[in-house]
């Protein structure tokens, strides 16, 4: 099934951390604006917007999906920009089948554009 059709499930499967091999074969396939960063061990995307007010909207569409999925990204949020980043805390920060699935999710808001024209890819 693919990701963005996957809920985040909470137990001790779920939280064991994905070989790397696992995970860059499903990045490759359904998240390929998603990076992985070897020094912190996190999945990361970087959005552009064009001005504060879209960038707080999308902040707050990513806010509602971590709450409905009870996980939650580390955010850096700027002006114009918003960086998610994912690990599982419960799994020692390392990256996790729940992480994948939340970051398939954010990728599916712009599904039928609904970032829009103040959304600026990189
Ligand atoms: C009980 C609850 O499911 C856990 O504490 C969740 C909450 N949100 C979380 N978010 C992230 N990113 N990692 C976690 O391990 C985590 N654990």
Not at 45 to 53: C, D, E, I, L, S
Not at 68 to 91: F, I, M, N
Request: hydrophobic residues 35%; negative net charge; charged residues 20%.
């Amino acid at each position: 099934m693919q990701l963005a059709q996957q809920q985040c499930v909470h137990n001790d499967e779920a939280r064991s951390p994905l070989d790397n091999e696992k995970r860059q074969q499903l990045m490759s396939e359904q998240l390929s604006n998603w990076q992985f960063d070897d020094k912190t061990g996190a999945i990361y995307r970087k959005f552009k917007f064009k001005n504060y007010y879209h960038t707080m909207a999308f902040v707050n569409a990513v806010a509602w999906i971590a709450n409905k999925q009870a996980h939650h990204p580390d955010l850096e949020v700027s002006y114009g920009h918003c960086l998610v980043r994912y690990t599982t805390h419960d799994a020692g920060n390392s990256v996790c089948m729940n992480d994948l699935i939340c970051a398939a999710h954010i990728d599916a808001l712009d599904n039928n554009g609904t970032f829009g024209p103040n959304f600026l890819d990189d």
